[in-house]
């Protein structure tokens, strides 16, 4: 509630270096696998690129005085290799022209990019867990009203330690357990919880509708689970504020808004932000006494919308209840190579699944996400730290691998596509077949950037 017009503006900062890092970073892995494949199996390599459109900046280097380029359109790149269906080709390097190569040579080019971005997940998920993941405990804090969780008997307070048997230690591993039994197409979800007393009881979640929590909203609220905040319990307030020029002081503890009970700072400052300008009658608890206040947001904008402000910022647990809320999840040299190898592989089958299931229309297409949602995820995990940067980095290119295979053409799954077809019937496609293949898979593709990019839109406006 606290943060003012320099803090947004830190925020976009934050975000936009973030996204370059990541997305440039992601796309050089990608084309530097197609890259190096290429030249091992003989191919020339005119031009190596990173971004579409205008060049950047512009160097030659190696034998072939390839060309390496840094375009001004940082949403992905390409290698530009020598091919006779894009020029006219000397006919001593004839042999070097990638059109000129056996099918296996250029199912290895194509496929190696792919495999690139599966190495760097891999390659992030190991230095992550080796440094160490810093993460919630999962204690619930609001369990919604005939929800899911609800009916499992799931209670404020709660630490759910394991998910059809798979241990839980952060919040993170139990929105995954959840979604993989969801998607696994469980109507029973067996969970082991430890309540605040200590007692350990066993639930079960009965969650009868197919795919339950794939649809709108995200894993928890779908299942009907609040993450723990601390309680809306006033630090400091800006000098002039809205709050201290309504009467608030540090220490005081909000507990009713417009006669709706405060539970937690989260629910307290969407509260404010949603009413911008208009007058909210609170009661804080002040020295064990209720006290009436009215407090008006000042109208602030964010994102191209007004929301509300009272210059107010949270007192933060005590340093011994915080060290019990976090948890670090830390693994040696070699116990971590595992434990990536896993984690690649279950975000890769996260997503397959995830895919089909959007396809099939059993899941919420509003899952996808476009360039402005990463570079907001992008903003927010490299300011947690290195370890949540590098998790983001996998997710995101196993997410970049995944697409790229999809047998669409114009991707690099559709010209595997095509040569996997070109071995069966033994000569190569024609060129009005793949003409026309790749003008469909434009559409496809400009289609699923219009829905990201929409649902981007959507969510930034919300």
């Known amino acids: 509630i606290g943060a003012r017009g320099d803090g947004i503006m830190d925020s976009?900062?934050?975000?936009?270096v973030s996204f370059i890092v990541a997305i440039g970073l992601l796309v050089t892995v990608h084309e530097y696998g197609h890259f190096w494949v290429?030249?091992?199996?003989?191919?020339?390599?005119?031009?190596?690129?990173?971004?579409?459109?205008?060049?950047?900046?512009?160097?030659?280097?190696?034998?072939?005085?390839?060309?390496?380029?840094?375009?001004?359109?940082?949403?992905?790149?390409?290698?530009?290799?020598?091919?006779?269906?894009?020029?006219?080709?000397?006919?001593?390097?004839?042999?070097r022209a990638f059109n000129r190569q056996p099918v296996s040579t250029r199912i290895a080019?194509?496929?190696?990019?792919?495999?690139?971005?599966?190495?760097?997940?891999?390659?992030?998920?190991?230095?992550?867990?080796?440094?160490?993941?810093?993460?919630?405990?999962?204690?619930?804090?609001?369990?919604?009203p005939a929800s899911y969780a609800a009916a499992a008997g799931i209670r404020t307070g709660d630490e759910i330690r394991s998910v059809d048997n798979q241990p839980t230690p952060t919040w993170e591993a139990t929105i995954m357990a959840l979604l993989n039994a969801n998607l696994d197409g469980k109507e029973i979800i067996n969970l082991r919880v430890l309540d605040s007393a200590g007692n350990e009881r066993h639930l079960q979640a009965y969650c009868e509708a197919p795919d339950a929590l794939l649809k709108k909203g995200g894993v928890l609220d779908n299942f009907g689970l609040g993450i723990w905040r601390p309680p809306a319990v006033i630090e400091r307030l800006v000098a002039d504020g809205a709050g201290e020029r309504a009467g608030m002081l540090p220490g005081d503890e909000v507990v009713y808004a417009d006669d709706s009970p405060i539970s937690n700072w989260g629910q307290w400052v969407e509260y404010v932000r949603e009413r911008p300008g208009k007058p909210i009658v609170i009661q804080v608890m002040r020295n064990g006494q209720l006290v009436d206040l009215t407090v008006t947001p000042d109208r602030e904008s964010e994102n191209?919308?007004?929301?509300?402000?009272?210059?107010?910022?949270?007192?933060?647990?005590?340093?011994?209840?915080?060290?019990?809320?976090?948890?670090?999840?830390?693994?040696?040299?070699?116990?971590?190579?595992?434990?990536?190898?896993?984690?690649?592989?279950?975000?890769?089958?996260?997503t397959l699944r995830t895919l089909w299931k959007m396809v099939s229309g059993r899941a919420s297409v509003e899952n996808l996400s476009g360039p402005i949602s990463i570079a907001r995820y992008a903003g927010q995990s490299a300011a947690i730290g290195l370890a949540?940067?590098?998790?983001?980095?996998?997710?995101?290119?196993?997410?970049?691998?995944?697409?790229?295979?999809?047998?669409?053409?114009?991707?690099?799954g559709g010209h595997l596509l095509f040569y996997l077809l070109e071995m069966i019937k033994g000569s190569p496609m024609s060129e009005t077949a793949q003409l026309v293949g790749q003008k469909i898979g434009i559409t496809l593709l400009l289609a699923l950037m219009s829905l990201a990019f929409y649902n981007d839109l959507v969510r930034l406006f919300e």
């Open 388 to 412: 949540t940067f590098l998790g983001f980095l996998g997710i995101v290119s196993v997410s970049l691998g995944v697409l790229n295979l999809l047998p669409v053409p114009i991707l690099d």
């Open 38 to 95: 290429a030249r091992r199996l003989g191919v020339k390599v005119l031009r190596f690129s990173i971004g579409f459109g205008k060049p950047l900046w512009m160097r030659r280097f190696g034998a072939d005085a390839t060309e390496l380029v840094v375009a001004a359109i940082p949403l992905g790149g390409y290698v530009k290799m020598l091919d006779e269906r894009e020029g006219e080709v000397a006919a001593e390097e004839l042999e």
């Open 109 to 144: 080019v194509v496929v190696a990019g792919p495999a690139a971005n599966f190495l760097f997940a891999i390659l992030a998920y190991w230095v992550m867990f080796v440094s160490g993941v810093t993460g919630l405990k999962p204690v619930v804090g609001e369990v919604m």
């Open 304 to 350: 191209g919308k007004f929301i509300g402000r009272i210059g107010a910022y949270v007192q933060l647990p005590g340093e011994e209840q915080h060290a019990t809320m976090r948890v670090i999840v830390r693994y040696g040299l070699l116990e971590a190579v595992p434990e990536a190898l896993y984690k690649t592989w279950e975000v890769t089958t996260l």
């Open 12 to 16: 976009f900062f934050v975000s936009l």
